[in-house]
């Protein structure tokens, strides 16, 4: 034992030993070492280069911050726990007993809102209780037309016709209970309320709506012209046959149109006037740099206040599925934020083959007094609406990602037309569905040569080859629908595809490695003068060039 013993001591004296060692070591180094430190600063010292002593003095204040941070720290440490401990209680414990708490009065709120819906269905015969929000949580009165009403509104007057408008279902679901009902009155003097207001505001104006005469009998070609003379003469806004062609050629082509180019070349306004002229004026979304997902577009459902949030986006898109005549949506500044985040759902939407299946979910279920066009708590997207993107390529941008460029059209404008006198030219109205007649009657009858075709192919052989580059079907599918109409509006099938070539494939190398492409862009240069001629594919020549010489 006697063994154990001192043993036991050795071991635990070299342990209290080290620490202490440990704890000198550590004073002498902070504290009581300065006097060594300074010794051999002030020997070396005049020794030194100017340098030298810049950077000797510095270390000596380097070495002092050291033990004045800790013992900051420390005071700091020191002065929070007697703040939390000044009185007598565990504060850390208080605030999370507080959460607690609140979350058992969230819960007694919920529970007192369910009660409060079964004691509205139990009332039963013709009073109808109207939805009160936070009141009905806190009053145990049961509210009634009479006391949340003032008796002088025209309100309390529509409760008691078949009509009425805010009324509560008389559904067995305590959850639902208490929502709004609201049925639009015919009286314009009666103030109601509605789950999406501006969507029943859409319902009313088309009840008695008179559509105009649509002129089915106008080609592209005179549809594209008038356009432009419309603009003029009525706007005095001047753009070139060539941006209309393509205008329009991308609206067959695809439903996401990107507007590109500097600013003050009527990247806006090409799609407002557009709009005029077919007396459907398109609907302006400005949009922000916080712009995250399908809410800053769609809206939301306010669980509180049981109403949807809507946005001028929704109300278009509701809108458009009365319309005949197209209907644009402009998305101005749209790169202001990631396109990718906001747009994804409906970038998707517009890629199902099917159209029937382009529907947005809003909410889970349909309520009585929802909006006509609204099946089950969605909505149907149109065939007859485009998405116009506005997009500046600057600092405060983001870039355009090749998910969004390969499912959209981008239109370039770089340029400002010359003004130019012309008669007064009239609106004109044309459906959709003329419009996409007019589109598919271009396929049949300016459909892709052979010979274009073949030296497409051998094009795509020669950028697999160097570039490892290649067409995509989507892309493939967009020519046919581009060039065809393109023709039909007036230019050439060489024009449409060296558009589409150096929008959709070359604008590609603007990703892939400079310095291989900057060397390999005169030899690409040379093969497209070969294959389709010196005269032809100007844009993507001017193109190339103009990557060659940014890099």
């Known amino acids: 034992m006697s063994e154990f013993l001192k043993f036991a001591f050795e071991v635990l004296s070299q342990v209290v030993y080290n620490i202490v060692t440990w704890l000198v070591a550590f004073a002498k180094v902070f504290v009581t070492g300065w006097f060594e430190y300074f010794v051999i600063f002030k020997t070396y010292f005049p020794t030194l280069s100017i340098v030298g002593k810049v950077l000797s003095v510095l270390l000596m204040i380097l070495l002092a911050a050291i033990p004045i941070v800790i013992i900051l720290l420390l005071i700091r440490r020191a002065i929070l726990n007697y703040q939390l401990k000044a009185d007598k209680s565990d504060n850390a414990a208080l605030y999370r007993e507080i959460g607690r708490l609140n979350k058992q009065v969230l819960d007694l709120m919920e529970e007192k809102n369910s009660i409060l819906a079964l004691k509205v269905n139990a009332m039963g015969g013709t009073e109808r209780i109207p939805y009160m929000g936070a009141s009905a949580l806190t009053d145990d009165v049961i509210p009634s037309v009479g006391n949340v009403t003032d008796p002088g509104k025209a309100v309390q007057g529509a409760a008691a016709k078949a009509g009425a408008a805010a009324i509560i279902s008389g559904t067995d679901d305590p959850k639902k209970a208490p929502v709004v009902r609201a049925v639009v009155s015919s009286d314009p003097g009666e103030t ?148 990718e985040y906001y747009f994804a759902e409906m970038l998707s939407v517009l890629e199902m083959p099917n159209e029937d299946e382009w529907v947005l979910d809003l909410v889970p279920t349909a309520w009585e007094g929802d909006p006509v066009k609204m099946e089950g708590g969605k909505i149907h997207v149109s065939t007859a609406t485009w998405f116009v993107g506005t997009a500046n390529n ?141 005269a032809e594919m100007e844009d993507s020549k001017s193109y190339l060039r103009r990557i060659q010489n940014l890099y």
Do not use: W
Request: glycine share 4%; aromatic share 14%; proline share 4%.
């Open 192 to 339: 109601v309320e509605h789950r999406f207001p501006k969507l029943t505001l859409v319902d009313q104006k088309y009840a008695a709506f008179q559509y105009p005469q649509y002129n089915n009998d106008i080609t592209l070609e005179e549809f594209v012209e008038g356009y432009r003379l419309f603009a003029a003469s009525q706007m005095k806004l001047y753009y070139t046959p060539e941006i209309i062609r393509r205008f329009v050629a991308g609206m067959a082509a695809s439903k996401l149109l990107i507007l590109e180019g500097i600013s003050g070349t009527g990247k806006t306004s090409l799609p407002y006037s557009f709009s005029r002229y077919m007396e459907n004026p398109a609907t302006i979304v400005s949009v922000q740099p916080s712009y995250r997902d399908r809410t800053e577009i769609l809206g939301y459902f306010n669980e509180f206040s049981k109403r949807f949030n809507e946005t001028e986006f929704l109300r278009a898109l509701y809108e458009a599925n009365y319309r005949l005549d197209p209907t644009l949506i402009v998305l101005d500044e749209m790169n202001l934020a990631r396109i």
């Open 394 to 534: 600057d600092d405060s941008t983001f870039t355009i990602t090749d998910k969004v460029y390969d499912r959209a059209m981008p239109i370039e404008l770089n340029e400002r037309a010359d003004a130019f006198e012309c008669e007064l030219q009239p609106h004109c109205d044309i459906t959709a569905e003329h419009l996409q007649y007019l589109f598919q009657k271009a396929k049949t009858e300016h459909p892709i040569s052979e010979e274009s075709l073949e030296k497409l192919q051998k094009m795509d052989n020669y950028l697999v080859t160097r570039f490892k580059l290649s067409f995509g079907n989507r892309i493939m599918k967009q020519m046919y629908d581009f060039i065809p109409v393109y023709v039909a509006c007036g230019g050439t099938e060489l024009g449409g595809m060296d558009y589409i070539i150096a929008r959709k494939v070359l604008k590609k190398f603007e990703s892939m490695n400079v310095t291989f492409v900057r060397d390999e862009i005169t030899g690409l240069i040379n093969y497209i003068d070969k294959t389709f001629g010196k």
